[in-house]
T-cell receptor
Framework: EPEVTQTPSHQVTQMGQEVILRCVPI?????FYWYRQILGQKVEFLVS????????KSEIFDDQFSVERPDGSNFTLKIRSTKLEDSAMYFC?????????????FGSGTRLTVV | AQTVTQSQPEMSVQEAETVTLSCTYD???????LFWYKQPPSRQMILVIR??????QNATENRFSVNFQKAAKSFSLKISDSQLGDTAMYFC????????????FGTGTRLKVLA
């Protein structure tokens, strides 16, 4: 069964450093998403991406965050200058059509620890 | 704004028995979709079941079924014949019919199936 692949599975970074979280969505999917889950809290929407542009972003997704689909297969989330409160599990997801038809396929997540 | 509430942080059930996980939501939308996702310890979220708000018939997927009460804004998940592999965090999620297809998640219910 096709999978959404996220790398790395765990990343530790110094506060103020830039990190790039990588995702390879399912190849025929058109909609891409990033969510995050702070330990013990709910899963929160960050951004959705369609047709090579952001279609919606949450208030969490400030100027420190950016997304890119650089080569038609990868989908990356960049955090420009990490803060302690960015420590969380970050999930990438994709959907073939509008997400309500079949739901999303989620990746296994990247645990980001900012020290 | 939409909200999703899961009032049971943790539950346990004996193997082979039935358990019901609660979810309520608040929205002014008339057309929307509701989902249950399972997040086992491996972390990847997996779609369990989905329900269209315009359908009165409750969705079922094998041992999983929902009790959708639109007027009460309630969407509970029933797991019959519980198996050890059902041990996971379960998230209820809401999606508007129109828009960018983002999920609003509840805080989750941690379910443990006991042998």
């Amino acid at each position: 069964e096709p999978e959404v692949t996220q790398t790395p599975s765990h990343q530790v970074t110094q506060m103020g450093q830039e990190v790039i979280l990588r995702c390879v969505p399912i190849s025929n999917h058109l909609y891409f998403y990033w969510y995050r889950q702070i330990l013990g809290q709910k899963v929160e929407f960050l951004v959705s991406f369609y047709n090579n542009e952001i279609s919606e972003k949450s208030e969490i997704f400030d100027d420190q965050f950016s997304v890119e689909r650089p080569d038609g297969s990868n989908f990356t989330l960049k955090i420009r200058s990490t803060k302690l409160e960015d420590s969380a599990m970050y999930f990438c997801a994709s959907s073939e059509v509008t997400g309500f038809t079949y739901g999303y396929t989620f990746g296994s997540g990247t645990r980001l620890t900012v020290v | 704004a939409q909200t999703v509430t899961q009032s049971q942080p943790e539950m346990s059930v004996q193997e082979a028995e039935t358990v019901t996980l609660s979810c309520t939501y608040d929205t002014s939308e008339s057309n929307y979709y509701l989902f249950w996702y399972k997040q086992p310890p491996s972390r990847q979220m997996i779609l369990v079941i989905r329900q269209e708000a315009y359908k009165q018939q409750n969705a079922t997927e094998n041992r999983f079924s929902v009790n959708f009460q639109k007027a009460a804004k309630s969407f509970s998940l029933k797991i019959s014949d519980s198996q050890l592999g059902d041990t996971a965090m379960y998230f209820c999620a809401f999606m508007k019919q129109a828009g960018t297809y983002k999920y609003i998640f509840g805080t989750g219910t941690r379910l443990k199936v006991l042998a």
